[in-house]
């Protein structure tokens, strides 16, 4: 069986890495830089590739670890695996159930890194549980609870729930949707 | 519809399918948003490059 020269392949991944990317860095200049030192390290490692098996995987791996090492370097953004940025937006789902692109594309930018990629491979770009695990040197499992944790800390910011008439107008309704009592002021 | 979050649930054997479902439409939209975004130029052109490099050699 025949297969294309990866070197001639790359080009048609890379909407998927600049994707990949603005979902790790949550910013587009840094995106493009990821993926320009990702494509110069895929390029000079190709001889490593096994020709036949997944180049966009093998392509993210790379992404992603060029990322984690930028991150330690500069050794700054916490992850926020409580979701302690969570409940700040309450979003609304239109006619058909879904939500503001904005609103739900801000509620993931908040996720923890982890939660982030593992949402991209499986739940956007199709990638299998395995791959995901391979792409990300964690075990399957880890994967799966990280996508799931990921998810439903969506939900929760996005107050995505059973009575989605409600409107959160004034203080007192957050409140009580918050399950809190309003403090005494 | 049954959508009543819970807490607890940090495992993926709980997870509810029509819930996931619901997530990942979401992140297949915004995802396809970023993918519709045209390629800038100096990646074509950092390929280009990193070919004639290869070829000088």
Not at chain 1, 32 to 44: E, G, P
């Amino acid at each position: 069986m025949n297969h294309r020269d990866p070197r001639d392949e790359i080009v048609d991944h890379l909407p998927a890495m600049r994707a990949f990317a603005l979902s790790l860095t949550r910013n587009s200049a840094a995106a493009d830089d990821l993926v320009q030192d990702t494509v110069v390290k895929a390029w000079s490692n190709l001889d490593k590739f096994e020709v036949g098996t997944n180049l966009r995987a093998w392509l993210f791996t790379i992404l992603r670890n060029t990322f984690y090492s930028g991150r330690r370097k500069s050794k700054r953004e916490v992850s926020d695996p409580d979701g302690a940025f969570a409940a700040t937006l309450a979003s609304k789902p239109d006619h058909d159930g879904r939500l503001a692109l904005r609103d739900f594309s801000v509620a993931f930018a908040k996720l923890p890194d982890e939660q982030r990629e593992a949402l991209i491979l499986v739940g956007a770009s199709g990638f299998s549980y395995e791959e995901a695990a391979e792409t990300c040197g964690v075990a399957i499992g880890t994967i799966k609870s990280r996508a799931n944790r990921g998810r439903q800390a969506l939900i929760k910011m996005l107050h995505m729930r059973d009575d989605e008439e409600m409107e959160l107008t004034d203080q007192a309704t957050v409140a009580v949707l918050a399950g809190v009592g309003l403090s005494p002021c | 519809m049954n959508r009543t979050t819970t807490e607890s649930d940090a495992g993926y054997e709980n997870a509810d399918p029509e819930r996931t479902e619901y997530v990942d439409a979401n992140l297949r939209r915004a995802y396809n948003e970023m993918l519709q975004e045209e390629v800038p130029d100096r990646f074509t052109d950092l390929l280009r490059q990193l070919r004639e490099q290869d070829n000088a050699q």
